[in-house]
Every structure is written in C-alpha cells, then in structure tokens.
T-cell receptor, first 118, second 116 residues
Framework: AQKITQTQPGMFVQEKEAVTLDCTYD???????LFWYKQPSSGEMIFLIY??????QNATEGRYSLNFQKARKSANLVISDSQLGDSAMYFC???????????????FGTGTLLAVQP | DSGVTQTPKHLITATGQRVTLRCSPR?????VYWYQQSLDQGLQFLIQ???????AKGNILERFSAQQFPDLHSELNLSSLELGDSALYFC???????????????FGPGTRLTVL
C-alpha cells in the first residue's frame, strides 16, 4: 500500500526566506510520481510541482524546487524567497505505476500549514 | 484558474436529503476524478471516470454515485445524507485514463457541502 507522511502540521517562515516542507513516502511500486499541491484559505487545490521516480534531476518550477532523495524516500518541497501569498496548506501526493490494477488516483498526506510572516 | 469548474460552490442541506454536484473538466481532458476532503479523513479519492466509463473506485459509499456524460461533464450524487458527509468535494481532471506518471490532475475550486 502507498502512504505519504507529512510530519510538520505547521511551519512559520519570515518573508523572503526559504522554507522546506517535509514529505516522506512509502510504496512498493517500481515507478511513481510525486506531486505537491497548495491549498490557500479560499480552498482550491493548486498544482505546484511534479517529480518522477526515475527523473535524474530534482524538479524546479520558479520559486519551488523539490529535494528528492529516493534512497530515503523523501520528496521535500523547498520554497525560496517566501512571500505573504505563500501562506497556505501544502499537500504532498503520490501516484504509483504498478502491473495490473493500476489507477491514476492520488494518495495525499495530511498537509503542512505554512504561515509567512512579514 | 485550473480550467476545471465545479458548481455549486456551497451547498447547505439537511440530513436524509439528496444533492448533485457538477464538474466540467479542462478542455481536452477525458478523465474526471472525485475527491472528498474532510477534517477526520483528509483528502480521499472517491471515483474516476474516463470518457463516460467508470475506471476506478476508492472509498466511495454506496449512498454516493457518479456518472460522466457524453460532453464529459460529471456529476456526483450524494443521497441519504448524514452529518458526517459534510466536507469539501473536489473534482479533478487529467488527459489520460491511466497515463504516464506525468499526467497531472488539475483540481476544481471544490463544492463545500454542509449537512445540518
């Protein structure tokens, strides 16, 4: 079974600083994808970044980067130059690719609430 | 704006009632997914449709059902509602039914259901 663990219920960061949100995962699938989504207080889920298990390089998207350590089964999100608008709940999710019975469903962690302070 | 639309945005109803949530996927996406976000269960996958056919089922109650229409919009029907069904219901869409791992799911704004 697949599982995503986010151990930080809440985090604070000062504006303009960088912050790392932790995500560890467990899967027996030979290949898988890891996703981060942002959920502001308005409620919508916004896709941020994707990392494939066989990708040679860590994913980056603007101020977002993913610190992917396959051996440790971790996929931490790094937000650089934090802005007030980054205050939100952040979810790590994964999709597995297995042989037979595979689905596209996403498995989500419990989320980390990030507060950016001026 | 993800391109996925959901209506209504808010829904307040009473126990025992039936409601229908509607979702229109992004242009070009053929797969639609429904997720439920509640305080006690977190974000959970309910069901997936691709091009009108059910493709995968998750933790969906028998009181809940869904369908996808020829124009690809989808509806989630919730019946005999209970207090515990109060949650945020998301629709997401993607291109493929079971595509490459890069096939990202884009979420709609959600429908917040309150059962009184």
């Amino acid at each position: 079974a697949q599982k995503i663990t986010q151990t930080q219920p809440g985090m604070f960061v000062q504006e303009k600083e960088a912050v790392t949100l932790d995500c560890t995962y467990d899967t027996s699938d030979p290949s898988y994808g890891l996703f981060w989504y942002k959920q502001p207080s308005s409620g919508e889920m916004i896709f941020l970044i994707y990392q494939g298990s066989y990708d040679q390089q860590n994913a980056t998207e603007g101020r977002y980067s993913l610190n992917f350590q396959k051996a440790r089964k971790s996929a931490n999100l790094v937000i650089s130059d934090s802005q007030l608008g980054d205050s939100a709940m952040y979810f790590c999710a994964m999709r597995g690719e297995n042989y037979g019975g595979a689905t596209n469903k996403l498995i989500f962690g419990t989320g980390t609430l990030l507060a950016v302070q001026p | 704006d993800s391109g996925v639309t959901q209506t209504p945005k808010h829904l307040i109803t009473a126990t025992g009632q039936r409601v229908t949530l509607r979702c229109s996927p992004r242009s070009g996406d053929l797969s639609v997914y429904w997720y439920q976000q509640s305080l006690d269960q977190g974000l959970q996958f309910l069901i997936q449709y691709y091009n009108g056919e059910e493709r995968a089922k998750g933790n969906i109650l028998e009181r809940f059902s869904a369908q996808q229409f020829p124009d690809l919009h989808s509806e989630l029907n919730l019946s005999s509602l209970e207090l515990g069904d109060s949650a945020l219901y998301f629709c997401a869409s993607s291109v493929f039914p079971l595509g490459p791992l890069t096939d990202t799911q884009y979420f709609g704004p959600g429908t917040r259901l309150t059962v009184l």
